[in-house]
Nanobody, 123 residues
């Protein structure tokens, strides 16, 4: 059974950086497109970034473009989200998702989600 576990969240001041990790167990990350989403208090879960199985296709939401970067390690069976120049509006619970189809994972319709990791950016 596929399981995803996120880590790396925390508190940071405006302009700071954090790196989130999402480790997949029960299968190989080579078989999955991956995505990060976030949910701020009182808001719906929003798409942040996606990465295709091959790694050739990645797409970032407009409001994180140039600041956030997704990457993957086959050796660690993990995907990462490097977040730089953080802003208070980036405060949210961040979730990773996995699915063989990049279209499904990007739409937030994946069967596999992590438990989330809290990111708090203070002004």
């Amino acid at each position: 059974q596929v399981q995803l576990v996120e880590s790396g969240g925390g508190w940071v001041q405006t302009g700071g950086s954090l790196k989130l990790s999402c480790t997949l167990s029960g299968s190989s990350i080579r078989d999955y497109a991956m995505a990060w989403f976030r949910q701020a208090p009182g808001k719906e879960r929003d798409f942040v970034v996606r990465l295709s199985r091959s790694g050739a296709n990645r797409y970032h939401a407009f409001d994180v473009r140039g600041r956030f970067t997704i990457s993957r390690s086959y050796a660690e069976n993990s995907v990462y989200l490097q977040m730089n120049s953080l802003k208070p509006e980036d405060t949210a619970v961040y979730y990773c998702a996995a699915h063989p189809s990049i279209l499904v994972v990007a739409r937030g319709q994946s069967d596999y989600w992590g438990q989330g990791t809290q990111v708090t950016v203070s002004s």
